[in-house]
């Protein structure tokens, strides 16, 4: 699968205010910094489409971007755990991003990105918790895989399946990319397109009943 066209369309704070479409949607969710805006340019070949900085905390909102004239949507959402940031801003980006997951029934899979370099980290692992409690469906992207050589990045997937291992019966699907050196990039597509075909061949039903990606469907942390 690949991207023919990206085009930004909207940023809300509110979920009921994001677009009334019919058309799956993959958003991607992680620690400020981690490489979310950057990871979506390198999907869509655009490195202006979203806004990306050096200085963590630069995506606040829920930002759409419509693929391939609205046949499905991007969505960059804003980075939890930014200690910088204060306590009131910090309330408001979780509802932002609570609501969204919670609420938006197109929302098909969240990508959720880790930063290859870094030991398992206790608020991702909460988080990743929290999405089970809720049977919310992900994917795990490890990012920036170009700062450490392949053995290096190895290592650091594996110990971070050991440490998932602890909780779950089932690993979700694993990526690793580097939005410098593309790479991953048509794993992630492919995995996309998958989820596309599968959603309109059962067209009929209701995105509501089709939110569960096939192979994380009886992912559970119960034990
Ligand atoms: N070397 C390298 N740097 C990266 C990669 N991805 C992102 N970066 C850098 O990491 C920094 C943060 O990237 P962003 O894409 O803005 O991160 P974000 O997760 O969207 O951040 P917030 O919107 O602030 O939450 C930027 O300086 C990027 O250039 C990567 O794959 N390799
Ligand atoms: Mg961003």
């Known amino acids: 699968m690949d991207i023919k066209k990206a085009v930004y369309e909207i940023s809300n704070a509110d979920v009921n205010k994001c677009p009334a479409t019919d058309v799956p949607e993959y958003a991607f969710i992680g620690r400020s910094n981690v490489g979310k805006s950057s990871l979506i340019n390198m999907l869509a070949k655009n490195n202006s489409l979203a806004k990306t900085s050096q200085k963590p905390g630069k995506t606040l909102l829920i930002n759409h971007f419509r693929i391939d004239d609205g046949k499905w949507y991007i969505v960059d959402l804003p980075g939890y755990g930014y200690a910088a940031r204060g306590k009131d801003q910090r309330r408001e980006i979780s509802r932002i991003i609570e609501e969204y997951i919670l609420g938006r029934q197109q929302m098909t899979c969240l990508f959720v990105l880790l930063d ?100 994380n469907q009886s992912m559970t942390n119960e034990p």
């Open 116 to 215: 290859i370099r870094h030991k398992p980290q206790k608020i991702d692992l909460e988080f990743l918790e929290w999405l089970g409690e809720h049977h919310v469906p992900f994917a795990i992207v490890f990012t920036k895989a170009d700062k450490l050589g392949p053995v290096a990045g190895a290592r650091m997937v594996e110990e971070y399946k050991q440490v998932l291992r602890q909780t779950w019966e089932e690993l979700p699907p694993i990526f690793v990319t580097s939005s410098e050196k593309s790479t991953g990039r048509q794993e992630l597509l492919d995995y996309i397109g998958d989820i596309n075909s599968r959603l309109a061949q059962e067209k009929n039903k209701p995105l509501e009943e089709l939110r569960q990606p096939a192979n």
